[in-house]
């Protein structure tokens, strides 16, 4: 830490100011709109210059009943990712070009999680040293994707082989608590189902870790809007109540990491 002695480094996620440079690192397309997209709305209505950089083109998503993706899911995706973004604001999108890992089984050659984390992580490291980002997004993989995981693994990494001053690093997190609302509410919908052998104790990010919670109701309209571009997709929010629904977009919290720990 080489600062100046009683400097008060500015909150960047609060305080946010025009031509402040905000980096989202995600794996898939709708990851930025299903999992942040209030936080990127927010941020680009106050004047930041929003990128999102995003690993793959979500090839192995499960596309919703009845959609049909002739010209390959991947491609489609991709498309949904552009048309959303401009709906958030977003001023760049940038592709790495890694294909989709999916949940599960051995990772497929060209795959985000066959590659070796050094290489994503240096992959991480050009784009941070192409765009100076001022803040840093991405997702916690609280859901256990591992992709997510990855993108997070290997942004942690990056960010953290840098000097002093680094980007502000902040992790998009579900709280528990939130979680608990939702999986209750799960249960009630549909009995009998997985929901019922789900612990509430292990869902989403402990609420003690979360740093801000910032209040986006202001850009509800922008992150729906978003949230219907990915029209190949199921929603995580589809079938929830209006009042679980509004609990979850209207509000987005973020865990800021210390890279120095
Ligand atoms: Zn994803």
Known sequence: MNRT????????ILDVRAGDRW???VAHPDDETFGCGSTIARAAGLGARVVVVCATRGEAGE???????????????????????????VADVELLGYRDSGFDGPPAAGTLCA??????????????DRRRP????????????????????????ALSELSEPRPVLAEQCLPNSLMRRWLA???????GTVYHSLDPTTLGRDDADITH????????????????????QASPF????????????????????DLCA
């Open 134 to 157: 001022d803040v840093v997004v991405v997702l916690d993989g609280s859901d256990g994707h591992r992709d997510h995981l990855r993108v997070r693994e290997a942004v942690h990494a």
């Open 185 to 191: 509410e799960m249960r009630l919908l549909r009995p």
């Open 213 to 232: 919670v910032l209040d986006a109701s202001a850009v509800l309209e922008q992150r729906e809007a978003a949230i219907a571009e990915h029209s190949s």
């Open 5 to 12: 002695p009683g400097a008060v480094r500015r909150d960047q």
């Open 63 to 89: 596309p919703r009943p009845g959609v049909s993706a002739d010209g390959g899911l991947g491609a489609m995706r991709e498309q949904e990712l552009h048309r959303a973004a401009a709906r958030l604001g």
């Open 23 to 25: 980096l989202v690192a």
């Open 115 to 128: 590659a070796p984390l050094h290489d994503v992580t240096e992959v991480f490291a050009r784009v941070v």
């Open 238 to 257: 589809d079938g929830l109540s209006e009042d679980l629904r509004r609990a979850f977009l209207s509000s987005d919290h973020l865990a800021v990491v």
